[in-house]
């Protein structure tokens, strides 16, 4: 069936933006005619209106739009009759909120540039897939998987942490409007997805060995394996199957597509990650979309209510709001990339490129008006049980989207090692991607970041059962990222830590970051990316007792790679200083006997090139050995 004249005029031959802002006043023209029927006043649009002037009037076929819905013109009204048919009104609004609408990159697109032909059968398998998708996120509503998901969340400390994060920032922004251009919200989604990837979450390439639990690296591929009808229940259509080669014994690595199931097995690839994060997102009362995309990535998209704009979000990457990282970062070729929530199906490719003309040549895979009806389609579909005002706001949400769509980019301004500068000054310090703020005169003023500055000021102090003993110990593992209070000379895989965090327990820290790289598989503290130098400081304090140090044994370890340089000093309050330039050290120091408060500093500096950060390493260590301790203070007590 062909579409009325006003239809192809209203949808096709206006710019995109227009389109969804005159449709937001006609929605609310015809809901304020279904809630008020008889209310004469809401039948009546006065042409001289100044809303129906600017957002109205300049969109070719809106007023055939309304005289198809009944309304009747004279020199000063557009009227609707007492007796006009009110179920062209109902018609006119499934197809306002249902039809999609050309994207604003396919309407700049010249004669020349038009789509080539696809055939009707790959089209078909196309759609079917994001189909497929569109069903799969409705999952992350169900409210028992939510609950199963806050479970595993360690909520209230994340919120401390978000709530903290804002307060830095509040401070170091002294004098200027920065600490009001960053919300809780914000930071408390920085929180989580840190948590999320430091430690709950964790790639698998290859299982360990179930028998000898030999690591990933000794596992042999054999190619998939058939799935259990537990695999099935939990999507896992696809299982991989390993030999091991210390043993042979025969593994499997089931490829589950259950959130569910995900917070239970905590490990996978980037589907699983963000599968699993998504779901996350949505029980933490995130608005959020599973993002796919079709060169082999996924990720989430988290809304912003601040910033009223939907933010990239890559748990595996611990990135937020950086959407050209793919393609200007790991040179990805974008064709595809879909964002899926309970309430909408959106062609987000736009977000992610600063290269359409070249996108556009690769969207090969799917004619373009079949996929914008199938997207217009699950849209309608989801949103037909939302109320009139959400629906609404979902309607002028996708204008400002697609001014997004529309703005210029550039490959580099918000890849990975570079520095942001889109975004309120707060967001970019919030997310470590700047030291300058923009005060109220408009001076960019140098500040330091608020992970950058750490100045807790924790002291360790004697436990309980420290004093019993007359022995106290403080150790640090990177791979767990926590620190440790037990006094025996193992740690097993059930001790927990005292406290987690690397900040969590310093005196003070500055231009410190923790990095865990993947595909070595290696946890370790370093200087922040950019930052010339680097300090920790932590103090143990037993004045409080009447007890006082008999033996000290200080054990630590750190890395130099090229130029870097790094140092340590130990002081204790009897006077005792010691200083090494020694990657690392441990052992009996005889000098802080009698003491009763000792401080341990560690200053990286130096190394070469845009990488000279990661020339000082400390506590470098394998990211599976949580129980292994690279800092290691023991000391014993004895009465003063």
């Known amino acids: 069936m062909s579409s009325p004249p006003w239809c192809n005029q209203f949808f096709l031959s206006n710019p995109h933006d227009a389109v969804e802002v005159a449709i937001a006043v006609l929605l609310k023209y015809i809901d304020n005619i279904l809630t008020h029927p008889d209310d004469q006043k809401y039948r009546s649009i006065r042409l001289e209106n100044k809303a129906f002037q600017a957002k109205v009037m300049p969109v070719r076929g809106s007023l055939d739009c309304l005289k198809a819905m009944g309304f009747e013109q004279d020199p000063e009204y557009l009227v609707l009759p007492r007796n006009a048919d009110l179920g062209k009104l109902t018609a006119m609004r499934k197809t306002l909120v249902g039809r999609q609408y050309v994207p604003p990159v396919l309407q700049s697109r010249s004669p020349q540039q038009q789509m080539p032909s696809v055939p009707p059968q790959q089209t078909q398998q196309f759609l079917q897939r994001v189909t497929t998708h569109a069903e799969h996120v409705l999952m992350y509503e169900d409210e028992n998987l939510q609950a199963k998901a806050r479970s595993c969340i360690p909520i209230e400390r994340l919120k401390q942490a978000a709530a903290e994060s804002v307060r830095e920032i509040a401070e170091l922004a002294d004098g200027s409007d920065v600490a009001e251009s960053i919300s809780v919200q914000e930071c408390l989604l920085l929180e989580l997805m840190h948590w999320f990837k430091e430690d709950f979450f964790s790639w698998c390439d290859a299982p360990e060995c179930e028998r000898c639990r030999a690591p990933p690296a000794q596992m042999q591929s054999v190619g998939h394996v058939s799935p259990s009808s537990d695999d099935l229940r939990y999507g896992a ?115 992610y490129t600063a290269r359409a003309d070249d996108v556009w040549k690769r969207r090969v895979l799917c004619d373009e008006q079949a996929l914008q009806r199938c997207l217009a389609g699950l849209r309608a ?80 102090e004697p436990l309980d059962s420290d004093l019993a003993a007359q022995h106290m110990r403080v150790r640090y593992s990177a791979a767990a990222d926590g620190y440790f209070r037990q006094l025996g000379d193992m740690l097993s895989p059930g001790d927990a830590p005292a406290l987690r965090g690397w900040k969590s327990g310093v005196f003070a820290a500055e231009n410190v970051q923790r990095k865990v790289e ?85 200053n990286m500096s130096g190394g070469e090139g845009d990488v000279a950060w990661q020339h000082t390493q400390l506590f470098r260590q394998s990211s599976e050995d949580k129980q292994a301790c690279p800092l290691d203070i023991d000391i014993y007590l004895r009465p003063e």
Not at 399 to 409: D, G, I, M, S
Not at 575 to 599: H, Q, V
């Open 381 to 460: 579909q989801h949103q037909r049980r939302l109320t009139v005002s959400r629906q609404q706001v979902l309607a002028l949400r996708s204008v400002k989207e697609a001014a997004e769509f529309l703005a210029e980019k550039a490959v580099g301004d918000d890849v990975a090692g570079q520095g942001r500068v889109s975004g309120s000054a707060a967001w970019r310090l919030a997310r470590g991607e700047t030291t300058e703020v923009s005060t109220g005169s408009g001076v960019a003023t140098s500040v330091t970041m608020p992970t950058a500055a750490v100045s807790s000021n924790y002291i360790f």
């Open 518 to 602: 993947n595909d070595w598989k290696m946890a370790y503290l370093a200087r922040r990316t950019g930052g010339s130098a680097a300090s920790m400081t932590w103090t143990l304090d037993v004045s409080s007792s009447s007890l006082a140090i008999s033996r000290a044994t200080v054990r630590v370890r750190g890395d130099v790679f090229a130029s870097g340089v790094l140092s340590w000093s130990i002081s204790a309050d009897n006077g005792a200083l010691l200083e090494f330039d020694e990657k690392s050290y441990g052992g009996l120091m005889d000098e802080l006997a009698g003491a009763a408060m000792i401080t341990v500093t560690a």
């Open 237 to 351: 259509s696809r299982v991989e199957g390993y030999r091991c080669k210390v043993c042979g014994s025969s593994n499997r690595f089931p490829r589950y597509n259950h959130p569910g199931k995900l917070l239970e097995t905590r490990r996978g690839r980037c589907g699983e990650w963000a599968n699993c994060f998504t779901l996350c997102c949505r029980a933490m009362g995130f608005e959020a979309r599973h993002i796919v995309d079709w060169t082999d990535h996924v990720w989430t998209e988290v809304f912003s209510d601040r910033q009223e704009r939907w933010l990239h979000c890559d748990p595996c990457e611990d990135c937020c709001d950086k959407p050209l990282l793919y393609e200007g970062g790991w040179g990805k070729s974008l064709s595809y990339v879909l964002a899926f929530s309970y309430e909408e199906a959106v062609d987000v490719t736009w977000r």
